[in-house]
């Protein structure tokens, strides 16, 4: 062969190599651009579409379909997924996993047209299961910008199949859900085979949405009105709802279809998680993280029948279950231990059901039952629908004895029910009214207990106008002291510098008057409390001593705080506290009972905690071992629901700028309550951070923007709350770790110990459980976010609950703590302020100047 001969056959060859790289490269192109795959005609039995290593993602980018393994498991699933792999909104072969087989492959079958998943042995784990496919060769599947895995014939368009008809656990936009559909939870966060919760819609008289936990109810929306479910409280004024549709399934005849969009408020998902609660998930382009913006349980309240039969609960109630009027428990002492399962039975027959026991003549003559109105109710279950009148409504009601209460809601109609009621849940607002069915002898007690209400509280009144008028004569016979006690009563008059007329109480709150609590008198707390004996003192604060008391009239134990004259904390600290505690009701905050302002006396009543305060289990080698870790994380999450009504479930936000181990307080079963509001401050709606002059607060919890600048938010408590976390895991105290060589505060030594992955040093050897290794790490990580020196860095109290109870989250990198080291917090107190600083009392009220 000629030397040009054998060139030109080297140049031809090349051409064919660079032809096929190009046609390689363009086909990967494709299959990296196009949220689009077709099948073609092979010879085999199928044809391999897209293997474990390739994925598939939408067009806006939001949705990815690809092969993805849980954490802390070996298995493989064909999935989509959301923004993140770890929100997984949808699993093809969830309850078959490709078991340590990572050559799983998604593909169009060309025996019958079906997506299949094959495994490493091209078996067929999971299929779409049509049997109507027209087209075996010519389809393709395509990942919608919504989220949908849709396989359609490629040259008709004709949708065959998609995954919206088959869901998992998620509900997206623009799905369909009709209600013979369900949605299921995952097993565990690792295992997304069936879980034991399922959502669906259960469409007898008026569709309502359920939770069940197996077969047994867990929670329920209320019926649908044609607008909202009001059973959910303020559905009405939350945008998360105002996209949802319920609607006449047009394909199939006797099924509803609920769907929602919601694109003006971005992405959102709504997911079933392993403990049966739905939560709305919202997508944050700023931060690049999914956010809990809504849940079903937000209290026990929410489960299904928490209170039983004719019992209501109100999760600002304590305690929370109650039974109806005209109701009592049926087993009195299982009710008396918060067991209320069995719930509640009448105390009188109703006047239909005494007519068939007795004579005509013994009956109770043309007396008749009446009914008890609730207002802003959820409903109870086994609602039945009638086409009366709203007139109408009640005299059906009285004509059958069976009947126990009705409503009327003009979009739904006439609403009545038999036998039991069960899942009454008290609302602030939203819901509707309920009128219970009683004799009409229960009607006429409780008539006359409003009646002795109101004689009481106008008895109350009188008497406090009394001792206004008292206090007003006191005023204008010493004129010197005008200045100090007219600020009792009118705390918006409060004659002090400019900045602290509005620093404590302002905006609503700060209109509440004194008459509203209840006063008790100084001989009754001191008689109480054995004259405030020494052996009655449960502790010594820095605004004054904690005494133990039982009040003589009930024998019902209290705390009772009595504020030393010479304290630091004045009459703005102490009505700061009683109005911002009376406002107040949640599991995890401490219950105000009353105060006294007597004899130059300022002292408040509280619910008595039995197990005392959180700093006295953990920082006393001889009880934290009282605290397992099971205990301190429930600790941690309670501490953080509390926080979390105070920023944003409470009427309005309260920054409680004290927060600290002392502060938290402990009930006979170990559950934390936040204490001390004496430097509390109430922000109005559209406040977000303030500035003050005047610093407050203990050493060691401060957030640094609040201790330099005096700029204060409700990340300054979160600052505080990741101090406590780290105090409770760890169990020391922050600001009395001085043992390290260098320096280091506390939040310092974490810190660098969690760099070097030497958590166990952190943690005494007692106190440290391998079992729950992960879940400590992960407390501690969430610790240190909260700790991060800027403010912006520190997620919201809602995103840290989110963090303490989902596993699946990713936790972002945290960033190096402020006050690293010793030194650098003590350079910003004056020398001075020093001994303010390292009171004993561990309660302080410094004024701080940075440098």
Not at 226 to 255: C, P, R, V, W, Y
Not at 363 to 378: A, I, M, P, Q, Y
Not at 650 to 660: G, P, V
Not at 822 to 848: A, F, G, H, K, W
Request: hydrophobic residues 35%; glycine residues 6%.
């Amino acid at each position: 062969m000629s030397l040009s001969k054998f060139k030109n056959l080297i140049s031809v060859f090349n051409f064919i190599i660079l032809l096929l790289c190009c046609s390689s490269l363009h086909l990967v192109l494709v299959v990296a651009t196009s949220n689009t795959i077709s099948s073609s005609s092979s010879s085999s039995s199928s044809q391999q579409l897209m293997k474990d290593n390739e994925t598939l993602s939408s067009n806006n980018g939001n949705f990815t379909l690809g092969f993805f393994t849980p954490q802390n498991s070996t298995n493989r699933y064909l999935g989509i997924w959301c923004k993140t792999q770890d929100f997984v909104v949808w699993v093809a072969n969830r309850n078959q996993p490709l078991v340590n087989d990572s050559s799983g492959v998604l593909t169009i079958s060309n025996d019958d047209g079906n997506l299949v998943v094959l495994n490493g042995q091209k078996h067929a784990i999971w299929s779409s299961s049509l049997t109507n496919v027209t087209s075996k060769t010519n389809s393709s599947f395509t990942l919608s910008d919504y989220g949908s895995l849709v396989l359609s014939e490629t040259t008709t368009g004709v949708k065959l199949w998609e995954s919206f008809q088959q869901p998992s656990n998620a509900l997206l936009q623009t799905m369909k859900f009709t209600s013979n559909m369900t949605l299921t939870s995952w097993k565990t966060l690792s295992d997304p085979s069936n879980g034991s919760f399922s959502i669906g819609i259960k469409l007898l008289n008026i569709p309502e949405v359920f939770i069940w936990n197996g077969t047994r109810p867990y929670w329920r929306s209320g019926p649908w009105n044609n607008q909202i479910f009001i059973g959910i409280q303020d559905m009405a004024t939350l945008f998360i709802f105002n996209g949802f549709k319920f609607e006449k399934d047009s394909s199939k005849s006797g099924t509803v279809v609920l769907s929602f969009e919601a694109e003006d408020y971005g992405l959102l998902i709504y997911a079933l998680n392993p403990q049966g609660e739905l939560h709305e998930n919202s997508w944050s382009d700023e931060e690049e993280k999914w956010n809990d913006t809504w849940t079903t349980h937000r209290s026990d309240c929410d489960v299904y029948g928490f209170c039983g039969p004719f019992g209501i609960c109100n999760s600002e109630g304590s305690p929370i279950c109650s039974c109806l009027e005209g109701f009592e428990a049926r087993n009195l002492q299982e009710w008396n231990q918060k067991n209320w399962t069995n719930g509640c039975v009448r105390k009188k027959l109703l006047q239909c059901e005494e007519a068939k026991n007795q004579s005509s003549s013994s009956s109770r003559g043309n007396e008749t039952d009446s009914f008890l109105h609730l207002r802003t109710v959820k409903v109870p279950d086994f609602a039945e629908l009638s086409s009366n009148e709203q007139d109408e409504c009640k005299n059906q009601c009285l004509m059958n004895c069976s009947c126990t209460a009705y409503t009327y809601v003009a979009s739904i109609g006439c609403m009545s029910w038999n036998g039991n009621l069960i899942d009454i849940q008290q609302f602030q607002s939203g819901g509707t009214d309920l009128y219970i069915r009683v004799p009409y002898v229960e009607l006429q007690v409780s008539d006359k207990g409003h009646k002795r209400t109101i004689i009481i509280a106008v008895s109350v009144s009188i008497g406090v106008i009394i001792i206004v008028a008292y206090f007003i004569w006191i005023k204008a016979l010493k004129p010197e002291r005008k200045k100090k006690h007219h600020r009792i009563f009118h705390f918006h008059k409060i004659e002090k510098p400019e900045e602290h007329s509005s620093e404590n109480v302002i905006g609503e709150l700060s209109q509440a008057k004194l008459q509203e609590l209840l006063l008790f008198n100084f001989e009754k707390l001191a008689t109480a409390t054995n004259n405030f004996h020494s052996s009655n003192k449960l502790g010594q604060g820095g605004f004054g001593p904690v005494y133990k008391g039982i009040l003589q009239d009930d024998g019902k134990e209290i705390a009772v705080k009595r504020l030393s004259r010479s304290s630091g904390q004045g009459l703005e600290e102490f009505m700061n506290e009683v109005v911002v505690i009376s406002k107040l009701q949640h599991r995890n905050l401490v219950r105000l009972l009353g105060c006294c302002i007597e004899r130059n006396e300022k002292m408040l009543m509280y619910e008595f905690m039995t197990n005392g305060s959180l700093d006295a289990y953990v920082f006393d080698p001889s009880r934290n071992k009282l605290l397992d870790w099971e205990k301190r994380f429930s600790i941690i999450e309670g501490i953080a629901r509390g926080l979390l009504y105070l920023h944003r479930d409470s009427r309005l936000k309260i920054i409680h700028r004290d927060l600290k181990a002392s502060n938290i307080l402990l009930d006979e079963e170990m559950n934390p309550k936040i204490s001390d509001f004496g430097m509390a401050r109430i922000f109005g709606v559209s406040e977000d951070h303030a500035n003050t002059q005047r610093i407050v607060g203990t050493y060691g919890y401060m957030a640094p923007e609040y201790a330099m600048q005096g700029v204060f938010s409700d990340k300054s408590d979160v600052f505080s709350f990741g101090v406590l976390l780290i105090e409770i895991v760890c169990g020391r105290r922050n600001s009395s770790f001085y043992e390290h060589e260098n320096s280091l505060t506390l939040l310092g030594f974490a810190w660098t110990q969690w760099r070097e992955g030497n958590i166990i040093c952190l943690i005494e050897p007692e106190m440290y459980d391998d079992n729950h290794h992960k879940d400590i790490l992960r407390c501690i990580h969430i610790g240190l976010l909260c700790v991060q020196e800027s403010a912006v860095d520190r997620p919201t109290m809602g995103t840290v609950i989110y963090m303490l109870n989902s596993e699946i989250m990713e936790l972002p990198p945290a960033r190096q703590p402020a006050f690293l080291l010793m030194q650098n917090m003590m350079n910003t107190v004056c020398s001075e302020e020093r001994n303010e600083v390292y009171s004993n009392n561990d309660v302080t009220i410094t004024d701080l100047h940075g440098r």
